[in-house]
DNA sequence: GTTTGACCAATTGCGAAATCTGGTCACTCC
DNA sequence: GGAGTGACCAGATTTCGCAATTGGTCAAAC
């Protein structure tokens, strides 16, 4: 069979995993029920994903390879978006924009169950830190993060703070819209690590492409990563 | 019986009860083991808390009272204490060192069971919110707090940064001592909600004694929030 | 070569029986 | 005579064994 049309058929049955898991909850989604909402036999979807929890890590993963996307988009169309405030704003956004995302930062166990601190992402979370090591380097050399901390704790405010404005019950604050919320959080993010004043635009754009490239490296050991174990690979 | 003798008792149980809660949780800690821990029969227990319920949020109450006593104390020690930066500070360290304390900050379930979301807590929220917007309102009338960002929001961001730090987990972050992130939480409260520059210190200390009284009206409003339908009162 | 669904071991879900526990109150003891 | 107690009860919770489901395989069908 054309290997474009395996690929099509890989993507069926994830968007099928994806409503599903959505839906009801990873732990009450079967792997038949996904084939038939797929419009496919059982059998067929061990041929793309290796065992259940690969195909579910592959959705979670196509979802984070869409933020991942997102973001490159935003830097390529304005070279401002490679700051740390500005990224944790578009990424808040992409965020509560997508349901799954959403409950992948939130940790929401309902959706996610067991997925939820599934051990699978660790590799993953290996490599997020390796990218914010060498993206806070070179950002804190050109003057567009502080110095008055260390990198180590800049990464854990930006950590602590993110998780923050993810996990903090929007209950509690029911008036505070998504754009509100990412406005503020921007805000926070700006004030704690950026320096006093606007960013030289000339150093922004000269270092869009480099932020660039980082993150499409990023985004290729991200897909390698995860559907290593995987017969199938999914679109790079 | 004299009433200073119940009030004694009344410290055992909740001394129990507290003791057991944090070895055992919640939900595996019975009346009966808490009075016989305490030395006194079951129904003695019940002539102090209307209710299994009542008792255990006594505990928690009495640990929150320690907490605005420790506040209290800090501002009564220096008048910088009543910046939110040190006012957060504080509060991370001393909710730390308390697990009781911690297990509420991070909404722990295991600990706390069907206490953690219970309902029971919400008038003391209102009077949280009360507090806070008293307090800002004096802080950005004298400049103590920036008022580039609105009252409501600045509580928002509060709340969002906090919980982050409180639940953001430390085993992602090993080599963080629980100082060192309070002083990373201090740095993020003073960038984002305070003033560049160091603050006033005629401002602070005519404005410490109008705080530390807010705080005492609060610590009040506390006690009688929770204790209102227990028959005995807990120590004022 | 590709796709499938019957098949199996293992896990999960379920319902009823057994146990436990919050809360009461008649009784004891000082 | 009132402060303290533990036996008692209804309702909640846990246990346990059985039944139904499901992840994953593979021989057969296409």
Chains 1, 2 share one sequence.
Not at 88 to 105: I, Q, S, W
Request: aromatic residues 6%; contains cysteine.
């Amino acid at each position: 069979m054309a290997a474009a049309k395996q690929q099509q058929r890989a993507e069926r049955i994830l968007d099928a995993a994806a409503e599903l898991v959505l839906r009801w909850g990873y732990k009450r989604v079967s792997i038949e029920e996904v084939a038939r909402h797929a419009g496919i036999g059982k059998g067929t979807v061990y041929l793309h994903f290796s065992t259940r929890a690969a195909l579910f890590m592959c959705v979670l993963m196509r979802e984070s390879l869409g933020l991942v996307d997102g973001l490159v988009a935003a830097m390529r169309a304005d070279p401002a978006a490679i700051l740390p405030a500005e990224q944790a704003r578009v990424t808040y956004l992409a965020v509560m924009g997508r349901p799954l995302l959403r409950a992948m930062f939130t940790g929401d166990v309902e959706v996610l169950g067991e997925l939820a601190g599934d051990s699978a992402g660790q590799p993953l979370r290996k490599l997020k830190i390796d990218l914010a090591d060498e993206l806070f380097e070179l950002l804190r050399d050109r003057g567009l993060m502080r110095t008055d901390l260390d990198a180590e704790t800049q990464r854990y405010v930006l950590n602590a703070v993110q998780a923050g404005f993810y996990l903090y019950p929007p209950a509690a604050a029911p008036s505070v819209s998504p754009q509100m919320a990412a406005a503020a959080l921007a805000h926070v993010v700006r004030h704690a690590v950026q320096p006093p004043g606007p960013p030289d635009t000339g150093t922004l754009a000269a270092l869009a492409p480099q932020v660039i490239a980082m993150y499409e490296r990023f985004r290729r050991s991200m897909a390698i990563a995860v559907t290593g174990d995987a017969p199938v690979r999914l679109p790079s």
